[in-house]
């Protein structure tokens, strides 16, 4: 009775799953697809839980034990992640979610781990062998890539980390984790069991997700972190088939088909294969492109708050830049009394703008924005010649013209948002300081371009002033 009470836990389970994911593709249901997907998750847990107390006699003098365990590792683990969910900062948002696939990906290789060591996996096959060393590689480089990428956007690794032949390095780490992982599975079909090499299997596949993470630049982290989140989702996966559970094995599929589409969609944004994403280091670029002319002219907040009041459309382009300010909010309290004022406004976003996918859509929803007028790339791009002032927060490489005709620059090819079309641009910068791939900026030099320095909510405090002064 309790086998069925489980499988059908585990249906349930992925019903919850599946229609959670649903919810999530639109920004009006995205919430309430979140909690569904919750709710599939505890009940995958209780349904864990209900196994523990039906297994075999042999492993019934362990479980009061095992369920100890089980009840600590639980109690941690949502002790720390509601205390870090609660504290985290809109700005830190990507270094928690690089963060938590780290820790996907560890618990996959730690499950493979177990059975490797202990011999289970063994002695269920080729095939739960294959699947368990499969999903251990795959784990261990999620969890070590994911801990560079959450070090490289918190801050605590700068720049890139290149080796001298570091893909030559990268392929004898990758081929030697695979032959050890052979090695595993055919020596324990034999029932031999070499701690040794499963543990130098390990330690092969983390060093291999250290390197295959350190030469990339920040430019390029959105799609190192959906990478990786596909990565967690299929060893998650493969260690679902190991453990027979239904639950794991359908979580792992979906996050890590999702994952695969996203980092598609990522690197088709950027205009760039995954394989050149990983292999060729294009963030952290020292080439500039060449030289450019022009100069860079400064406008005060004021002025460019007065521009956009008596302007008929204006278009917002927000960036990193606006999520470090902390500006958000600020800035849709100017764009409602521009709205007041009968001016049509609408927010631009790029696919990699900010250090995560979506990190703008999360960002301007904790603000209040309403969802219509907001804009993919793909939909608004055609409305900038026709837009009286565009206003960059804080965004760089995704208005950089330069991708359109400098074939010298490393961002050449990459799909971005006309801003230079639009009669008059405003750049809300800090500083004159280049993009995360390192690659001078055209549009500030720009004729119709002029910069308005100073921190994001500063000047929005100011533009909202000013306008609230014509009033």
Do not use: C
């Amino acid at each position: 009775m309790s086998q069925f009470i489980i499988e059908a836990v585990y249906f349930l389970t992925a019903l919850l799953f599946i229609y959670g994911l649903k919810r999530m593709a639109s920004p009006v249901t995205a919430r309430s697809g979140i909690l569904i997907a919750g709710i599939g998750m505890v009940l995958a847990v209780l349904a864990a839980f209900l196994y523990g107390f039906d297994v075999r006699e042999a492993a019934q003098e362990h479980l009061t034990m095992n369920v100890a365990l089980v009840l600590i590792a639980l109690g941690l683990g949502l002790g720390w992640a509601w205390y870090s969910g609660k504290k985290v900062a809109m700005t830190d948002m990507p270094q928690m979610v690089a963060l938590y696939n780290g820790m996907g990906g560890g618990a996959a290789a730690a499950i493979a781990a177990t059975e490797l060591f202990s011999g289970n996996a063994q002695s269920h096959g080729v095939v739960v062998s294959i699947l368990a060393v499969l999903g251990g590689l795959i784990g261990a480089v999620a969890l070590s890539g994911s801990l560079i990428a959450w070090a490289k956007l918190d801050g605590r690794m700068n720049g890139v980390i290149r080796l001298p032949a570091q893909q030559l390095i990268n392929a004898v780490l990758f081929l030697g984790s695979l032959a050890l992982g052979a090695y595993i599975v055919v020596t324990g079909l034999n029932g031999v069991i070499s701690f040794p090499m499963i543990a130098l299997f390990f330690i092969l596949a983390l060093v291999l997700g250290v390197l295959l993470t350190t030469p990339i630049g920040g430019a390029d982290m959105p799609v190192v972190i959906s990478l990786y989140n596909a990565f967690t989702g299929l060893a998650v996966a493969f260690e679902g088939f190991v453990l027979q559970n239904p639950a794991m094995i359908i979580a792992g599929t979906v996050v890590g088909s999702a994952g695969t589409l996203l980092t598609l969609m990522m690197a088709k944004a950027m205009n760039r294969p995954v394989s050149n994403v990983i292999f060729s280091q294009f963030g952290g670029s020292d080439d500039d492109g060449g030289e450019i002319e022009g100069s860079m002219k400064s406008a005060d907040a004021s002025d460019a708050a007065i521009a956009m009041y008596y302007a008929s459309k204006v278009i917002i382009v927000p960036g990193y830049g606006l999520a470090v300010a902390q500006a958000q909010h600020k800035l849709y309290e100017f764009v409602k009394l521009l709205q007041k004022q009968g001016v049509d406004v609408a927010f631009a976003i790029h696919p990699v703008a900010g250090r995560m996918p979506g990190h703008m859509n999360v960002l301007l929803a904790e603000a209040g924005v309403p969802y219509d007028i907001i804009h993919d790339l793909e939909d608004i791009n055609e409305d900038f010649p026709q837009a009286d002032v565009a206003i960059v927060l804080g965004a760089n490489d995704v208005v950089n013209p330069a991708a359109r005709h400098r074939k010298s620059s490393p961002i050449y090819g990459m799909p971005i948002l006309n801003v230079d079309m639009a009669r008059q641009a405003y750049v809300v910068k800090r500083g004159q300081g280049k993009g995360y791939s390192g690659v001078e900026n055209e549009l500030f030099f720009a004729e119709n371009t002029s910069m308005v320095y100073g921190d994001a909510q500063k000047v929005m405090v100011q533009m909202i002033e000013a306008v609230k002064s014509l009033g």
